[in-house]
C-alpha cells in the first residue's frame, strides 16, 4: 500500500489532517474529496480540521481551505494563542497522535492487558489496547487507537473512541457484541456464528466492515 | 492437610447449597472429617437440605458474637458423625458476620477438619466477601444458562481481585437432549468462556430435588444419574482422575420421533 498523501485523524479535541508536503495541490485536493466522500455524514457542517504539518506551502494552505470550505468545513489555523500552532502542538500532546500508522496497529502507544477481560471489567486506553486473552460477554475495551485481541471477542469493542476512523478491531476469533470503530456501531447479527479465522473490522465507504486476516 | 472450600455462583439458585451438601455427605461417606458453615444468613437451608432443622441450638451468630465455643453449635449429621454443620440464623441478616470472623473461625476449624465447605450466599456484595475471606479453593457453580455463565465469569473475576486463584467449576442441571439440539450451551462454550478447571458436570435430575425434600442428599444413590456426577466430584477433589461421564440420552425411538416431525414440517 502506498502512504496515503492525506490522513484525517480523530483526536479528543478535533480532526486533525494530516498532509504529505511532497504532494502536489491537485494530489492533495483530489485525495481529501476522496477522504470527505468516503465517510458521508461523518463530518458535520461547520467541522474544522487542524492541519498538521507545518512545512506546507502557504499556497497549500489555502488550496485546502478552500476545498473545505466548499463543503461548510474549515480549517482550525490556531487553537493555541502562538502561531504557528502545529509544531508547537507537537510537543504538547502526546506523541500517539502523530505516529502515521498506515494499518499498523503496532506503531501506537499500547496498553497490553495479560490476561481474560471477563464480565463487568473495563479497560480503557488513550492509545491502543492489545489482550493476551479473551475479552468476555459482558467486558468492554475502550480504545483511542485500535484492539488486538488474541483470543475470543465476545464483549464490547470501541476502537477510535475518540474519533480516529483509521482504527481497527482485531481478534482470533471475532464474536463481540457490538463493534464501535470512532462513532460507527455494528451490532452482532442476533444469532452469532462461531469464527474460525482471524477478522479484522475497519471503516470503509462509512460503514464497519469485517473481513479474514491472515495472522 | 486440609482445605477450606467457598462455593459460590454470582446468580442465586444454580445449585450452591446443593452442591455443598452433596460434596459434604460425599466426602464424609468416603470418611472425611467434614465440617459445612451455612453463611447464607437470613435465607438458611443447609440445615434442611441435610435433614437437620429440629437440631439446631446455635448458628454462626452465636459463635462470632462469642456466646458459645464451636463446637457446641455444631451440629452432627444423623449418619455420618464425621460431618457437621454450622448453620446460620434464619433471624439475622449478613452484617452480622465480618470477613475477618470466617477467617479466624476457618483458621479453628481447619486444625480439626480435613475439609471445611462454605455455602455462600447469592451475590457479589458483602455476603459474598464475607464467605470467600477464609478459603483456599472456589468451587463456582453454574448453569448452562446464558445469565448464569455471565454471573460466574463476573464472580470468578471477583475472586481473581481478592487474590483467589484456585478455582473449580462445577456445571449443573445441564439437559443433555436440549445440549444436542442445540438449545442449551454445550459444556465446550462454557468452558471456552470461563476458562477454569471444571470438576463436575451435573445433569437436571428430579431425585436431586426429591431427594432433597427428604433431607438426604443425593450422592451415592446409583440410581441418579446426579448422585453418580457427586460422587465424581468427590473423587476429584481427592485428587483421583475420573473422566466426565456420557449422559443417558433420549432413547431411538424418541430421536425417530422427532427426525419423523422434522421432515414434517
Ligand atoms: N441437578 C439438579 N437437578 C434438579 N434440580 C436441581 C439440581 N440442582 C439444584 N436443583 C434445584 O434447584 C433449586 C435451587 O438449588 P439450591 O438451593 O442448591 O441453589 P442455591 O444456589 O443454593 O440457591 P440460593 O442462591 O438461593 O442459595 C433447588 O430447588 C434444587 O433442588
Ligand atoms: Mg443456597
Redesign the interface.
Same mark, same amino acid.
Given at each position: 500500500m502506498s502512504r496515503d498523501l492525506v490522513t484525517i485523524k480523530g483526536g479528543k479535541d478535533g480532526f486533525r489532517l494530516l498532509v504529505d508536503s511532497s504532494a502536489s495541490m491537485e494530489e492533495i485536493e483530489a485525495e481529501i474529496k476522496k477522504k470527505l466522500d468516503e465517510n458521508p455524514g461523518f463530518f458535520p457542517e461547520g467541522t474544522k480540521f487542524e492541519l498538521e504539518v507545518a512545512d506546507l506551502d502557504r499556497s497549500v494552505k489555502k488550496g485546502i481551505n478552500q476545498i473545505l470550505s466548499q463543503r461548510g468545513l474549515g480549517v482550525e489555523l490556531s487553537v493555541k494563542k502562538d502561531p504557528p500552532p502545529a509544531t508547537d502542538e507537537q510537543s504538547q500532546m502526546p506523541p500517539q497522535y502523530f505516529i502515521q500508522h498506515d494499518g499498523n496497529v503496532e506503531a501506537q502507544e499500547m496498553t497490553v492487558v495479560e490476561h481474560?477481560v471477563?464480565?463487568?471489567?473495563e479497560v480503557t486506553s488513550q492509545g491502543s489496547v492489545l489482550v493476551m486473552g479473551?475479552v468476555?460477554?459482558?467486558a468492554q475495551i475502550i480504545a483511542g487507537g485500535s484492539i488486538d485481541v488474541r483470543g475470543?471477542c465476545?464483549g464490547m469493542v470501541h476502537a477510535g473512541a475518540w474519533g480516529d476512523i483509521s482504527a481497527v478491531v482485531i481478534a482470533d476469533r471475532l464474536m463481540p457484541t457490538q463493534i464501535r470503530i470512532a462513532n460507527m456501531i455494528a451490532r452482532s447479527p442476533d444469532i452469532m456464528e462461531k469464527s474460525d479465522f482471524a477478522e479484522r473490522a475497519y471503516i470503509k465507504d462509512g460503514q464497519i466492515i469485517i473481513e479474514p486476516i491472515e495472522r | 492437610m486440609s482445605e477450606v472450600i467457598v462455593v459460590t455462583s454470582g446468580k442465586g439458585g444454580v445449585g450452591k447449597s446443593t452442591t455443598t451438601a452433596n460434596l459434604g455427605v460425599g466426602l464424609a461417606m468416603r470418611g472425611k472429617k467434614v465440617v459445612l458453615i451455612d453463611t447464607d444468613t437470613g435465607l438458611r437451608n443447609l440445615d434442611l437440605l441435610l435433614g437437620l432443622e429440629n437440631r439446631i441450638m446455635y448458628d454462626l451468630i452465636d459463635v462470632v458474637e462469642g456466646r458459645v465455643e464451636i463446637k457446641k453449635a455444631l451440629v452432627r449429621h444423623k449418619k455420618y458423625e464425621n460431618l457437621q454443620l454450622l448453620p446460620t440464623s434464619q433471624v439475622k441478616d449478613k452484617s452480622a458476620v465480618n470477613p475477618a470472623d470466617l477467617m479466624a473461625l476457618c483458621d479453628e476449624l481447619r486444625k480439626e477438619y480435613d475439609f471445611v465447605i462454605i455455602d455462600c450466599p447469592a451475590g457479589i456484595e458483602q455476603g459474598f466477601q464475607t464467605a470467600i475471606a477464609g478459603a483456599d479453593t472456589a468451587i463456582v457453580v453454574t448453569m448452562p444458562e446464558?445469565s448464569a455463565?455471565?454471573?460466574a #465469569?463476573?464472580i470468578?473475576?471477583e475472586l481473581?481481585r481478592s487474590e483467589k486463584d484456585n478455582i473449580k467449576l462445577i456445571i449443573n442441571r445441564i439437559r443433555p437432549a436440549m445440549v444436542d439440539s442445540g438449545e442449551m450451551m454445550d459444556m465446550d462454550d462454557i468452558n #471456552?468462556?470461563l476458562?477454569i478447571k471444571c470438576i463436575g458436570q451435573v445433569p437436571d435430575d428430579i431425585k436431586v430435588v426429591t431427594s432433597a425434600n427428604r433431607g438426604e442428599p443425593v450422592v451415592g444413590d446409583n440410581d441418579s444419574q446426579a448422585g453418580k456426577a457427586y460422587e465424581n466430584i468427590v473423587g476429584r477433589l481427592l485428587g483421583e482422575d475420573i473422566p466426565f461421564m456420557e449422559f443417558e440420552k433420549e432413547g431411538f425411538f424418541k430421536k425417530l420421533m422427532k427426525a419423523f416431525k422434522l421432515s414434517k414440517d
Open positions: 481474560t471477563r464480565g463487568g471489567e479473551n468476555n460477554p459482558g475470543t465476545r | 446464558v455463565v455471565r454471573d #465469569d463476573k470468578i473475576g481473581g #471456552d468462556i476458562a
